[in-house]
């Protein structure tokens, strides 16, 4: 794809501080369209911060913004994620005492833009709880798809948060830590489902699972202390010193 | 020498639903001990059990020699029992260093200046409250906040889960040190079945509230099919 | 908490929920001589459901929900006996409307907040009003309240009688209608996303959902049929007192809706009945002491009926289904 | 049967103890004159304050289900308001014994009152007042006996050549009236002119005016008999020695009438008990129902009943002679002034002088008057 | 001008006496509610039990006013274990509707029992002689009684600072009511934590309750009419601090008797505006330790 392109995401000098920590140092970043990326970096860097700053759950302190070329700086959460900005959390954040269906269903009725509808009643908008559905079972929670959140172990919360996140049938899609818990052979779904997400759907994920990151990135931004350090193709990435020291270590990873 | 932990016939589970059934292990001062298994089988359970906070059914549970299933979570603690548990479950109103002297024993090694040597991570933010830490921090601030304890035994359930790799070998290295120096003994459930193998002393591989299999880490580690099969495999 | 509602069930009126209707019918025949305080129980049973609206569904928690049973009551009382408009539907509409219109003005200020903060600043507008009401003697009457409203007969035809038949018919009429409302709002879409703010607001706002709007409109809904509440009120017993804006209706709402279950609409039903029936039946055994039993019954459902009078129901019925 | 509406929860619940009391006793003591075969049932029924809504409620109960003759009790205004068209579409007749507002008692032609209107004090009060005192200031609850009460005293007050030199409309909730009180002593005023509901309220405004020492600085307290009721003068204590009220009733009147209520009341509930002025009207508001039930010999024509009440007249009253107005429905009483004084160990509000005979609530005049 | 500042000191003399009573009353509100999390509305019935004791103890007892104080202290205290172990510490962890219910019941079955056990009037305060009168400063009068009112409630707020705020139980209560099985699971006994902060809180309140029945008298339905000034103190306070509710209680104090001195057609109008302000522009209370 070419970098002429508008970029599905692009932030100018953004910047945020709490109190005298600067978790976000003038960054300049661009997720290209269709864009499989990924953003390393020591916990602590910013990285979560950053992903709330693109989706609006946290004001930034200056600096801009633009979701296809449309400057989203001031705009609320819900506008942006009805732009197609879609994400999963770091921390698991669902509706734990509602069946793992209406978790998904209730993203796609957003979607939809039935949600304001107060006379039919929710069970029988059929299309909407299909398609649910359909998300849970590419996740592998076809039997869980009744089952009240809360009693599900966590790994399988983790699957319903990416899920929700595709039920949202993003154009941008930021993924928080989306392996973390996930025990490995299901981390190896989560990478063929987003292997079957369509391509212009652009990604850009958080992972400290190394070999997760290398196998899905095509691009990798290094962020260090809320500045970029560097970015580039991941074996430039893998052998760059600096990234060592920070970050990756000299031990393998499995 | 008595054993630090020892189960047997353990059953417990939630409420009246039973989730481990017939479980047994020894666990000797300074040892070290991988529990592995898929997703739901169980390991949250079983260190959740030893710590106090699940519907205890049956069996046995001896901390140095002294049965401790009836105990409350509180006594267990302080009997040397120390708990990292998975969601991390900082306090979120309190600040790290709050979060820490809470869980200070009277008269412990640990200190603030101890883990924040351990962490500095943690000590740059000592006053940020606890749902003002990014996700690594709140897990090395679950761990920091166990250690303040003075446990004997450490029980670690994925503790390496959102940690930047170049961490992950230090906190290993330090256990690896506490183990020899400070005579702690560790239970680590661990996702990455290799890099767990490698730094323990015996494994224990769990299916469906069971234990399926335990022996030694390298034995386990050094058979690849044996390893697929108990772990990935159903 | 059992929910009703969401995309996974269905929403089929089932036989029990015929059932109040029912026994209210029944009532109407068989218990003549209680109808006023039928009546009474009717509208508590509206004013219960609007607060389930926004507590149970939607998580807002409020002690001052009396604010638009009192506007209704008295927008009602002032129609008739300040502007000689009698109609009752008239005094209806417009109880609904100006509740709801100060549902929306005070819901753009609280809503903005949570937990605690909601809970005082609700409590502190109810007693701003409160006060408002005891000082605007011209309108209100102050603290003497406003005697002699009257209505018009419905139709032209049924008199409100003293003895309370017209006045029982209208107020279940008039609660069928809007719980036939609020059940299909419960169970629509718009039912599932007020759970869902509930439940989990960050992931709401993270779903696209813009909050804050989407509960000022419940807010308001909600406010709009208390002060239909309130206009049955003034309507059977042809007065207003200040004490329908008072911080004890508010809190005494609170108490009905959570002894009969909050988030299931039917806790609505059950909690003003079996409260307002306690409440007169010791009042008439023991008019100095009748505080303790209700207090008693209270703690009872509080230790013995988690979740209300109907959440016991559940757990009794569970265990026989098990068994 | 006897409908009682009364108030037996919340913080006003001490006056449906009294009134109670009152019915009970009078009922034990004179069974014996009911003609045959007549048996008085009362039929409680607590409104727990000014609630017209349940008030109403409860009446429209206590007539439709337990279909009563007779309504009594109420104690506030806003409930006799709502309960006024009741009584009039069920044609019950209904005995007021305490609610003071001079305009209930117009609003249905079955309300007979038994107690006193606010009027009946304020304006012999202001007069008398006049006469020693130049500079009032008057401190009132905010509501409507309240500002009755004011009105009635700066009418006849002023026109007696005194000056108010300050108004306090105090909320009805007032618990505490340290800052009203320091604010009426630096206004230094000849007297404090005080209408406050009975008990604790009125109560804290006694133990303020002297605590803060109003009363030292030589300010008079004059008010109605409202703040210093029979049942708290032992809780207010010596501070209320030298109060001056203007009322339609006191314990310590030496009436023989009123000397036998009193013992008769202290046989029934011990000697620490004293009846209060709610309990005289209910007293006698039983007399008067009494007085119908025998008239009729027992079958109660509601017309009747209204008809024999409006021309009801007994000299036998605790509180000397009174008379129920027939055009008006309202009574007639004499009003007596009062010093709260100690005698023999106890304190008591002694009559020092008649005030005024046989007085018709002077706002019904008024009302006459304007027209 | 002269007589305007000295109306203002007397304004500021029994606003302040107000206040102090507000504060050592509510503290303890702000423990169980703040700190626990328990949506204690029944708050009042301890400050009720200790104005009932102190009027009892010294009416009928002849109990010395210091005396009677201490027991109201240590018998509501005591009285409030036995309800905290049989009942309050069962719903921890049950949510605010529960606990909502659960003590308006309380409320109300408290209401009953005053009632029968002291009718209908508010408890008389017989204050003994040495605490009558009033004491001359700067030209005015100010009632004995109340200025010891002031320096002893003054003296509490010192004790509960230094005793309270400056070790780690206030970071342990908080961490019980964020996790309870977390907190156990760090070795800190909640129950019993739960149960001496409870004590103490409750202690407090009925301690305030006796030495305030002389500003806010004791009668049976004492708890239900006072909440909403209690709940005020704790709201504008900010949860869970002890210093928050210290300066909301003053202010509420001060607010409200220069309302009435000046301007009494206002009412409470001002109290409520005001609170409706601060917590627009603090949501969490002036000094919130929890938002
Ligand atoms: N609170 C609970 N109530 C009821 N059942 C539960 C609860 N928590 C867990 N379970 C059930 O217990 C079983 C074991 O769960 P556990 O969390 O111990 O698994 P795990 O091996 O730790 O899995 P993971 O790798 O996902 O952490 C699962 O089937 C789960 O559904
Ligand atoms: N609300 C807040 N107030 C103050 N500091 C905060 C707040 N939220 C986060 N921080 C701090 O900002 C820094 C960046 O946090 P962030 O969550 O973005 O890190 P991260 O890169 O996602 O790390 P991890 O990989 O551990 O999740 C952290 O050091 C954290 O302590
Ligand atoms: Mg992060
Ligand atoms: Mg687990």
Redesign the interface.
């Known amino acids: 794809m070419s970098a002429l392109a508008t970029p599905a995401l692009e932030t100018q000098m953004l910047c945020k501080a709490f109190g005298a920590l600067t978790v976000a140092d003038d960054i300049n970043f661009r997720l290209e369209q269709g864009a499989r990326h990924a953003l390393i970096g020591p916990n602590g860097a910013g990285k979560t911060t950053f992903v709330n700053m693109l989706?609006g759950?946290l004001p930034s302190s200056s600096g801009r913004i633009f979701m296809n070329g449309e400057d989203i700086t001031t705009m609320?959460?819900?506008?942006?994620?009805?732009r197609g900005l879609g994400?999963t959390?770091q921390i698991t954040?669902?509706?734990?005492?509602?069946?793992a269906?209406?978790n998904v269903?209730?993203?796609i009725?957003?979607?939809e833009g039935?949600?304001?509808?107060?006379?039919?009643?929710?069970?029988?908008?059929s299309a909407?709880?299909d398609e649910?559905m359909s998300h849970l079972e590419k996740m592998g929670l076809r039997d869980e798809?009744?089952t009240v959140v809360r009693d599900l172990p966590y790994g399988k919360q983790r699957l319903i948060e990416i899920a929700?996140a595709l039920g949202?049938k993003p154009k941008a899609l930021l993924l928080d830590e989306p392996a973390a818990g996930v025990p490995s052979i299901e981390s190896g779904r989560i990478l063929d489902v987003l292997a079957e997400l369509p391509k212009d759907i652009a990604i850009l994920i958080i992972e400290h699972d190394m070999e997760l990151v290398f196998r899905f990135a095509e691009r990798i931004t290094v962020l260090v202390q809320g500045a970029v350090l560097t970015e580039g193709a991941p074996d430039q990435i893998a052998n760059d010193q600096r990234v060592r020291d920070v970050y990756l270590g000299e031990g393998g990873h499995d | 020498m008595t054993d630090v932990l020892s189960v047997s016939k353990l059953r417990a589970g939630y409420g009246e639903t039973v989730i481990l059934e017939d479980v047994d292990f020894t666990l000797p001062e300074q040892g070290s001990l991988a529990v592995l298994g898929r997703n739901g089988v169980g390991k949250t359970t079983l260190l959740a059990t030893i710590m106090g906070r699940t519907t205890y059914h049956g069996g046995e549970i001896k901390y140095r020699g002294e049965k401790i299933e009836n105990l409350p979570i509180y006594e267990r603690c302080r009997r040397g029992i120390g708990y990292v548990p998975q969601t991390r479950e900082i306090f979120p109103s309190l600040s790290v260093e709050e979060n820490l002297l809470v869980a200070e024993a009277q008269g412990g090694k640990w200190t603030l200046e101890r883990i924040f040597e351990l962490f500095p991570n943690l000590g740059n933010r000592r006053r940020n409250r606890g749902n003002q830490l990014s996700g690594g921090e709140q897990q090395m601030l679950s761990i920091g906040r166990a250690l303040m304890g003075n446990p004997g035994i450490l029980l670690m359930d994925e503790p390496f889960e959102g940690l930047a790799p170049i961490i992950i070998e230090s906190i290993l290295k330090a256990v690896e040190k506490l183990i020899r120096e400070e005579a702690l003994a560790v239970i680590l459930v661990e996702q990455h079945a290799k890099m767990t193998l490698r730094v323990t002393q015996n494994a224990l591989v769990m299916s469906r509230g069971r234990v399926i299999h335990s022996g030694p880490s390298a034995g386990l580690l050094a058979d690849e099919e044996l390893l697929a099969r108990l772990v990935v495999a159903q | 908490?059992m929910?009703s509602?969401?995309?996974?069930?269905?929403?089929r009126i089932g036989v029990l929920e015929i059932l109040p209707w029912l026994v209210a019918i029944a009532a109407f025949f068989l218990l003549p001589?209680?109808?006023?305080?039928g009546a009474?129980i009717l509208i508590f049973i509206l004013f219960t459901l609007s607060l389930d609206l926004i507590l149970g569904y939607a998580g807002i928690?409020t002690l001052g929900h009396s604010v638009f049973l009192g506007l209704g009551a008295y927008t009602a009382g002032i129609l008739s006996v300040k502007a000689g408009i009698h109609d009752p539907f008239l005094q209806l509409i417009a109880g609904a409307a100006i509740g709801a219109g100060f549902g929306a003005i005070t819901g753009a200020?609280v809503l903005?907040?949570?937990d605690?903060?909601q809970?005082?600043?609700t409590?502190?507008?109810a007693?701003?009003m409160m006060?408002v009401g005891?000082?605007a003697n011209w309108l209100t009457g102050?603290?003497?309240?406003l005697?002699?409203v009257q209505v018009n007969p419905l139709f032209g035809v049924f008199e409100f009688?003293?003895?309370?038949k017209t006045g029982y018919v209208y107020c279940l009429v008039v609660l069928f209608i809007v719980w036939f409302f609020v059940r299909?709002?419960v169970?629509?879409?718009?039912?599932?996303?007020l759970?869902?703010i509930r439940?989990?607001t960050?992931?709401?706002?993270?779903?696209?959902?813009?909050?804050y709007k989407?509960l000022l409109?419940v807010y308001t809904i909600s406010a709009g049929i208390a002060g239909i509440a309130g206009v049955l009120?003034t309507q059977t017993?042809?007065?207003?007192?200040?004490?329908?804006l008072s911080?004890?209706i508010a809190?005494d709402v609170?108490?009905m809706l959570?002894?009969g279950g909050?988030g299931r609409i039917y806790g609505a039903f059950v909690g003003p009945t079996v409260y307002l029936i306690a409440h007169d039946e010791l009042?008439?055994q023991f008019?100095?002491?009748?505080?303790?039993?209700?207090?008693?019954?209270?703690?009872i459902?509080?230790?013995f009926a988690?979740g209300g009078i109907l959440g016991l129901i559940d757990k009794i019925s569970a265990r026989v289904r098990k068994s | 049967k006897i409908g009682v509406v009364?108030t037996?929860?919340g913080p006003q619940?001490s006056f449906?103890?009294m009134i109670d009391r009152a019915f009970r006793l009078y009922i034990k003591l004179h069974a014996d004159q009911l003609p045959p075969g007549v048996k008085i049932e009362i039929i409680?029924?607590?409104d727990g304050?000014?609630?017209?809504?349940?008030a109403?409620?409860l009446a429209?109960?206590l007539?439709?289900?337990d279909k009563v003759d007779i309504l009594s009790g109420i104690t506030f205004?806003?409930?006799a308001?709502?309960i006024?068209?009741?009584a009039t579409?069920?044609k019950i007749p209904t005995v007021l014994v305490n609610a003071g507002?001079s305009v209930v008692v117009t609003?249905s032609p079955y309300y007979v009152r038994s107690s006193f209107t606010i009027y009946q004090h304020c304006v012999p009060l202001g007069t008398w007042a006049a006469k020693t005192l130049k500079k009032t200031f008057i401190l009132v609850s905010?509501?409507?006996p309240g500002h009755d009460c004011q009105e009635a005293y700066t009418s006849s007050y002023t026109k007696a050549g005194g000056e108010i030199v300050g108004v306090i409309r105090a909320p009805?909730a007032t618990a505490d009236f340290a800052p009203f009180l320091q604010r009426v002593k630096d206004a230094k005023p000849d007297a404090m002119m005080v209408f406050l509901p009975a008990g604790r309220t009125a109560t804290a405004m006694m133990k303020g005016f002297v605590d803060l020492g109003l009363k030292s600085s030589g300010i008079k307290l004059i008010g109605t008999g409202d703040i210093v009721p029979e049942e708290e003068l032992p809780n207010i204590g010596d501070e209320a020695i030298g109060t001056i009220t203007m009322f339609h009733y006191s314990a310590a009147g030496d009436r023989p009438a009123n000397k036998a209520f009193v013992a008769a009341w202290r046989k029934e509930y011990g000697d620490k008990a004293t009846p209060n002025f709610a309990a005289a009207a209910s007293w006698d508001g039983m007399a008067m129902i009494f007085d119908a039930i025998k008239k009729q010999n027992g079958k109660l024509n509601p017309e009747k009943t209204v008809e024999i009440m409006k021309n009801f007249k007994t000299d036998q009253s605790p509180r000397g002679t009174i008379s129920i107005d027939p055009e008006t429905r309202d009574i007639v009483q004499n009003e007596y002034l009062r010093e709260t004084r100690r005698v023999g160990g106890e304190l008591v509000n002694v009559e020092i002088e008649t005030a005024s005979v046989a007085v018709k609530d002077p706002w019904q005049i008024m009302q006459k008057d304007k027209k | 001008m002269q007589a305007f500042l000295s109306s203002l000191v007397s304004v500021l003399f029994h606003g302040v006496a107000y206040g102090m009573i507000l504060y050592v009353i509510s503290v303890g509100l702000s423990v169980t509610?703040g700190l626990m999390g328990f949506v204690n509305l029944a708050h009042g019935v301890f400050a009720m039990a200790g104005g009932l004791l102190l009027s009892t103890a010294m009416g009928r007892y002849g109990v010395p006013f210091p005396l009677a104080l201490l027991l109201a202290f240590v018998v509501v205290a005591v009285a409030s274990v036995v309800l905290e172990r049989l009942?309050y510490s069962?719903?921890y962890s049950?949510g605010?509707?529960?606990q909502?219910?659960?003590t308006?019941?309380?409320?109300?079955?408290?209401?009953?029992?005053a009632?029968?056990l002291y009718g209908t009037q508010a408890a008389p305060l017989f204050l003994p002689d040495y605490l009558k009168g009033q004491i001359p400063l700067f030209g005015r009068d100010f009632p004995t009684f109340r200025v010891v009112l002031i320096i002893f409630s003054g003296l509490i707020v010192a004790a509960l600072w230094f005793g309270v705020e400056r070790t780690r139980w206030g970071a342990m209560v908080r961490a019980a009511v964020d996790n309870r099985d977390m907190a156990q699971s760090v070795g800190i006994n909640t129950n019993r934590l739960f149960m001496l902060t409870f004590a103490l809180g409750s202690g407090l309140a009925g301690l305030g309750g006796a030495l305030g029945s002389d500003i806010l008298p004791v009668q049976s339905t004492y708890p239900?009419e006072n909440l909403?000034y209690f709940?005020?103190v704790?709201?504008?306070g900010g949860?869970g601090s002890l210093s928050g509710p210290f300066i909301a209680a003053l202010l509420i104090g001060i607010a409200d008797t220069a309302t009435k001195y000046w301007l009494p057609?206002l009412?409470?109008?001002l109290i409520?505006?005001a609170?409706?302000a601060v917590?627009?522009w603090r949501?969490?209370?002036l000094f919130g330790v929890r938002s």
């Open positions: 989706t759950a609320s959460q819900a506008a942006r994620t009805q994400r959390f954040s669902l509706f734990r005492s509602l069946p269906l209406d269903a209730m993203g009725a957003e979607r039935v949600a304001l509808r107060m006379w039919k009643p929710a069970s029988g908008y909407i709880r649910a798809a009744l929700i949202l | 908490m929910h509602g969401g995309y996974a069930r269905g929403s001589e209680y109808l006023s305080l009474r928690i200020v903005r907040t949570k605690l903060t809970l005082m600043l409590l502190a507008i007693a701003i006060e005891n000082k102050g603290a003497d309240g005697p002699g009688d003293f003895i309370g299909r709002m169970y629509s879409p718009f039912g599932a996303m759970t869902g439940e989990n960050a992931r709401m706002h993270a779903l696209g959902a813009p909050v989407r409109v009120l017993t042809q007065s207003v007192g200040l004490n329908v911080f004890e809190g609170l108490v959570i002894l909050v009042a008439k008019p100095e002491y009748w505080s303790f039993g209700v207090g008693f019954l209270l703690l459902v509080v230790f988690r | 009364n037996f929860s619940a449906g103890e409680n029924r607590d304050g000014a609630n017209p809504d349940k109403r409620q429209q109960e007539v439709v289900r205004t806003p409930n308001m709502a006024a068209p009741i579409q069920a507002t609003r905010d509501y409507a009805v | 509610m009942l069962k719903l049950a605010e509707l529960p909502v219910l659960f308006m019941g309380l409320i109300f079955m408290s209401i009953a029992v009632r029968y239900l909403v709940m005020i704790v709201a504008v949860l057609e009412g409470a109008f409520y505006a609170t409706i917590l627009l949501p969490q209370g």
